[in-house]
């Protein structure tokens, strides 16, 4: 898991925000492209895992974004 992590992470794309670009989600499309390439048999398991991974490494990421970039509450 941590591997498929790894390649489709570099898939992501930049997204606009108040204060410039932030990184997205990894888009399903890319998921779903992975999972043909490499054979993966039971996406209802693997893309609720990888979409899990990916929501922790954003969250992660705009905790470590500049105080003038965060979303004030």
Do not use: S, W
Not at 20 to 31: D, K, M, Q, R, Y
Not at 46 to 58: G, N
């Amino acid at each position: 898991m941590a591997r498929a992590f790894a390649l489709l992470t570099r898939g992501r794309p930049l997204v606009a925000t108040p204060f410039g670009t932030a990184e997205g989600a990894i888009p399903l499309a890319e998921i779903a492209a992975y999972c043909a390439l490499f054979g993966i048999t039971d996406p209802d398991e693997f893309v609720p895992l990888l979409r899990t991974m990916d929501e922790a490494y954003l969250r992660t990421r705009a905790e470590q974004a500049p105080p003038h970039t965060k979303k004030k509450d």
